[in-house]
Structure formats: C-alpha cells, structure tokens
C-alpha cells in the first residue's frame, strides 16, 4: 500500500473523535498521546491490509495507534517536520505540495520503554547495524517484514512496537554498504537508499532524523518469539519468477495462478517490493512445494 498517495488527504490534520477503548489501552493511549484507530477508520483499514499483506497468519495484529500531537513537544515536531517538506520543495524548485519533497511511509521498530520520549522528543541516536552509514534506517512502507525481523521481542510473548512514519526523501542517493557516511554527500541530496530502484532501506542521516521523520502511527504485533530466526528469505537466483509460474502451474488451479501472476505485475510496476513478492508466494504456496519444484525444475533453467 503506498500511503504517500494519500498525503493531501493525511490523518494527521484531522481531528479525530475520540474511540472507545477496551480496558487497558486507556492508559497506554493516554501516557504515549495516542488514539486508538478502529475496524472501518480509513488509515486503520490500509494499515491492516498492508500488514496481513505482507505477514499473513505469521503475526498478529493487536491494535494500531494514531499519535495524536497532543503535547507541546509533539506540535513542535508536527510543525517542525511541515516548514522542512516545504524548505525540500522549494529547494528542488517546486511549488509546495508539488511532490518534490518525496514524502514516503517508512517502518522502524521502538522498545515500549523509549516509545514516549521518541513520539514527544524524537530520536536521541541512530538506529541503525551500520551497514549504511550513520542514521535512521526505515524499510518502505512495503517491506514491513525486513523492518520486523529487524526488531527484538519486548518478552517472550513476542510482543513488537512499530511505528509507520512520514519520511522527506527528498532526493535519494545510493549509499554503499559499508559507508561511514553521517550526512549528504553534497547539498544535492536529502537522504540515501540503498537502491535506487527498489530501495529496501531508507537512510535518513543523523543530523536530519528529528526533521525529516515524523511518527504518524503505531502498530502493535505480536509475533513468535523465534520469528527473526525462524523467517529466511527465500532465493532463487537461477530461477526466473515467470518460470517458477510456469512450473506451479503444475501443482497449483489456475484461480492462484492468477493471483501470482497479479503479484509479479505489481513487484514488476513497483507496487510491491521483490522482497514482498517472495513472502505472498510462500504463502500461497508454502515453503515445501517451492523448494521441491526449485530442486526439480531450477536445474534445467541452467542449460
């Protein structure tokens, strides 16, 4: 899903209603400044598709959170975070609005306990394994599943705090693996991807996380406490995606045929990431009549 399409339209001018909470989540909500979205909220139904999109049955989706810019750190945030979309718009020569600033969704995971101070104060250091660089790394928006794997279990009940932000992308340049670099290589640039085609990571540079992200909503998974071991991706370089279609065309009707060959048109137009393309046909499939079929067919593709 990419949320950028719905800028103009964003939650985050509106005021919402207040819901009705179970429980417990009153004090939750309440200490982080967050309102709980419910089934039929538009921004609740995207973000759930998304994410049953990409994890399927593996996860399970608790609550997703609106913050709600309540407190006088978080407007300064709100506000800090619109006077630079419309400094990169300017700066690339478009009007506001136009699309210039690049604004995309991105995923970063946060521990329960740092949550409040990142929503009211932003990010303290970068987050980050190093391999690009130093910053905040998020995954787009439809690689949700790299920004999981990446988090750590907050207990053994697999509990995951996400937090689907706002990125100013700006324009992108690709950062390479093992770089030291800690902001723009020129004035050029706003932030760095590792591919420019299809970015995996967006890397946004220490001196521009507390400007240039802006926590919109927070999703609450619970997954297998196992999940970052237990989840590989799954690779197939000799193989082709239309002949892996060909060779489970064998196996699997045609109605799931279809909506295989749907999913390889998307990650064809860019809808979705490779990465994302991979996760939907393990789930269609299963993992056990991949690895059969790459074993029977994968050699022939070779002569």
């Known amino acids: 899903m990419d949320y950028s399409e719905q800028e103009e339209r964003s939650t985050i001018s509106e005021s919402g209603s207040s819901n009705s909470y179970d429980q417990q989540q009153p004090s939750f909500a309440d200490e982080h400044g967050l309102m709980e979205l419910l089934e039929g909220d538009r921004a609740y139904d995207l973000i759930y598709r998304n994410c049953k999109s ?19 750190g978080s407007r300064a945030k709100l506000k800090a975070f619109q006077v630079f979309q419309e400094a990169v718009e300017m700066k690339h020569g478009g009007e506001e609005g136009g699309g210039k600033a690049r604004v995309k969704y991105g995923w970063c995971a946060v521990k329960k306990t740092e949550l409040k101070s990142v929503l009211e104060y932003g990010f303290s250091q970068p987050r980050n394994d190093g391999c690009y660089g130093r910053g905040l790394y998020l995954s787009p928006d439809n690689a949700l599943l790299e920004c999981l794997k990446d988090s750590a279990a907050e207990s053994e009940d697999g509990m995951r705090f ?7 992308l700006g324009k992108s340049e690709v950062v390479p693996r093992g770089s030291t670099q800690s902001c723009p290589s020129s004035p050029e640039f706003d932030s760095g991807v590792d591919d420019l085609a299809s970015p995996s990571k967006y890397i946004v540079w220490s001196t521009h996380m507390n400007t240039h992200v802006l926590p919109e909503f927070l999703v609450c998974i619970k997954a297998p406490f196992n999940f970052n071991r237990s989840v590989k991706r799954l690779r197939s370089p000799w193989m082709a995606f239309p002949v892996l279609i060909k060779a489970l065309s064998k196996f699997l009707p045609p109605t799931q045929i279809l909506i295989i060959q749907k999913h390889y048109k998307d990650q064809q137009s860019r809808r979705i990431s490779r990465s994302e393309l991979i996760q939907r046909v393990r789930h269609i499939t299963g993992d ?8 029977a067919f994968g050699h022939k593709v070779q002569h």
């Open 54 to 72: 990409a994890l399927g049955d593996q996860c399970e989706l608790l609550s997703i959170l609106r913050n709600g810019f309540g407190n006088v």
């Open 162 to 168: 996400l937090l689907l932000s706002r990125v100013i």
């Open 288 to 295: 056990k009549l991949l690895v059969h079929i790459i074993k």
